[in-house]
């Protein structure tokens, strides 16, 4: 090492052992510093040891062995490729949401995570239950860092883990979000990991909690303490059955395995999704509590027709916080709540509106979902009467013909 005190030496020294490699950011630079008693190296934090924009080279006095040398083409070139971390170089903690209210497996999931221990959890439920709230909130609580990485069938390893890229006319090596998590002892998301192909099968080592040996680059990245994997999910990883989901995938055995517990994931309870609404319109600078009494009520007598499998859609919580926001912008309940049900079909966007406007007028939950069944009843009724008919028809038709 040129130009540099016994001290600095010795802290570039430690820092190379720590993370296993010689660009860092400024906040693992801050972090290791402060953790391993060290005083704060503002002279590596000078243009002079700039790679970019908040990451710093360590000056480690490294001469260039004969082979290195000679490596100047083709892959080989690709191991000497500067190591770098371009897109999360700042602080990834996620903000605190002041609509947010605990629920659920919240509770469990944010103990967890402040255990620092590696625990993969599974977390699955219906869409826009709260399953990503919880996680994204539970480590804003904890101030922990927080990588989300959104799966599709297209995501594979050099989405994962890293890989080459061309920055200022070179090929340099960038980490994927798998990698940067696992270096700084990070929350890893994996958000819709249903949805993920066999491509997610490099995976394995990570849900080990052992590193992985990344063959690009002939390293092996060994996670930092606090590191640890959750999935969320619309299903079990076993495929939609009912075809909901569409595009979700039956997941590999062994994968799911390596999580060893398994969140089931409920729509809040009516009195935690008030606060949920209520909190959403005074964000909005606006109260309105028997708007949200109607909301919640009409939102529980869908699902539960739902359950028993007598509509084919429901109404989400994050529905519900949509249609607050959008009655806070128009100040217009049926507006709203118009606007919001029109991703449905007109059939479920009717009859969903109906139902609410006999919840605004006063309706009970219980005599509406008594309507609700007497109604299916009298569907069901006509549908057979009408397929009987219409078997009789053919039968004549085929006795008349056959005469």
């Known amino acids: 090492m040129i130009d540099l005190t016994t001290d600095q030496k010795t802290f570039v020294e430690a820092a190379y052992k720590h993370f296993n490699k010689d660009i860092l950011t400024r906040g693992e630079i801050n972090s290791f510093y402060e953790k391993k008693g ?22 480690l006095d490294k001469n260039p062995t004969e082979n290195e040398k000679i490596m100047d083409t083709g892959e080989s070139k690709k191991t000497e490729a500067a190591y770098v971390v371009s897109s999360l170089t700042g602080n990834i903690v996620p903000s605190k949401d002041s609509v947010f209210v605990p629920f659920g497996n919240y509770t469990d999931v944010k103990s967890i995570i402040a255990s620092g221990k590696f625990y993969p959890i599974f977390i699955t439920g219906l869409s826009g239950n709260g399953k990503t709230m919880s ?3 539970a480590c804003a609580q904890l101030k922990k860092e927080l990588i989300r990485v959104n799966i599709t069938i297209e995501t594979d390893e050099d989405d994962l883990l890293g890989g080459y890229r061309l920055k200022d006319g070179q090929t340099v090596w960038q980490n994927g979000p798998v990698i940067e998590a696992m270096e700084r002892g990070a929350t890893l998301l994996l958000d819709e990991i249903d949805l993920a192909s066999n491509k997610i099968m490099c995976l394995q080592p990570i849900l080990e909690g052992s590193g992985v040996f990344v063959k690009k680059i002939n390293k092996f ?3 930092q303490s606090g590191f640890n994997v959750i999935a969320t999910a619309n299903t079990k990883g076993q495929g939609s059955e009912d075809g909901k989901f569409i595009g979700t995938n ?4 062994a994968f799911l395995e390596r999580f060893p517990v398994t969140f089931e994931q409920s729509y809040p309870q009516s009195k935690v999704e008030k606060k949920i609404l209520t909190n959403t319109l005074k964000a909005a600078g606006k ?10 009520t009409w939102a529980d007598v869908i699902r539960k027709t739902y359950f028993d499998g ?7 919580t994050r529905r519900l916080v949509h249609i607050t926001q959008a009655y806070a912008i128009f100040d217009d309940k049926m507006k709203a709540i118009k606007m919001c049900t029109n991703r449905f079909d007109d059939d479920t966007k009717n009859s969903f509106v109906e139902l609410y406007t006999k919840v605004d007028s006063g ?12 109604a299916e009843v009298a569907s069901q009724l006509k549908e057979d009467n009408d397929s009987e008919s219409d078997d009789e028809q053919e039968e004549e038709y085929s006795n008349g013909y056959n005469a």
């Open 38 to 59: 060290f005083k704060n190296p503002s002279w590596l934090k000078k243009d002079k040891y700039k790679v970019d924009r908040g990451t710093y080279k360590l000056p």
């Open 135 to 137: 996680v994204t909130q």
């Open 221 to 223: 990245i060994k996670p």
């Open 250 to 253: 039956v997941l590999n055995e």
């Open 287 to 296: 109260s309105d509590v028997k708007f949200i009494d109607k909301l919640t």
């Open 310 to 316: 007598g509509v084919d859609e429901i109404i989400s």
């Open 363 to 374: 309706a009970n939950a219980e005599s509406i979902m008594e309507d609700q069944r007497k």
